[in-house]
């Protein structure tokens, strides 16, 4: 019998030692962050046509002050639901492009041709050159503040240009490439 207890106490230590350290643990914590963009309305927005051809243009046909191979496409927006009594919702428009010959023109940093690019003009008829422009950064209001927008279309038109003077004598040839973003923002 004196074999027996002997075990006994070494089993009972042993219990106890691992009691002992599941008491000391350090306590554990997660953390989760949560985040969430709470806008003040929707809209859906669509193109006429995703991709617009303004066809081929040679460098005797870029003259200063001109547009060429004008071509319309519309803008939809439907289904607006929502609003902030405090904010205007809008089209923002934006896109890579420059200054050149005093007029916004849209231009790709990926197109081989330079010295020229894509005017935009917001307008239900074909456009000349001396008309008002759209910008990187423009905004056009879809409704009153703190309105929802309702179903329209914006017509606008897109026409290759060299500029109005001196510019047009410099441009290397190849493909322009433009594009142009539609977002709604609320502003």
């Known amino acids: 019998m004196s074999l027996i207890k002997p075990c006994r106490k070494v089993a009972l230590f042993a219990i106890a030692l691992g009691m002992q350290g ?16 709470l806008m003040p309305g929707t809209c859906t927005f669509s193109l006429s046509q995703s991709t617009l051809s303004l066809g081929t243009v ?7 002050g001109k547009l060429l191979n004008i071509a319309p496409f519309t803008l939809n927006v439907v289904a607006c639901s929502g609003s902030d009594s405090s904010l205007t919702p809008m089209v923002n428009i934006t896109g890579e492009g420059m200054f050149h010959g005093g ?8 197109s081989e041709a330079s010295g020229m690019g894509v005017m935009l003009t917001r307008t239900d008829s074909p456009p000349n050159y001396n008309q008002a422009e759209v910008k990187h950064g423009d905004d056009i209001p879809l409704a009153a503040r703190g309105s929802v927008p309702r179903d329209q279309q914006m017509t606008f038109y897109a026409g290759v240009t060299c500029g109005n003077g001196s510019e047009c004598t410099t441009q290397g040839l190849g493909e322009l490439k433009a594009r142009v973003v539609f977002n709604l923002e609320y502003r």
């Open 58 to 64: 040679t460098h005797s046909q870029l003259i200063a």
């Open 22 to 37: 599941w008491f000391m643990a350090a306590p554990q914590a997660v953390t989760i962050d949560f985040s969430a963009m």
């Open 103 to 110: 007029k916004w023109l849209f231009r790709s940093s990926d």
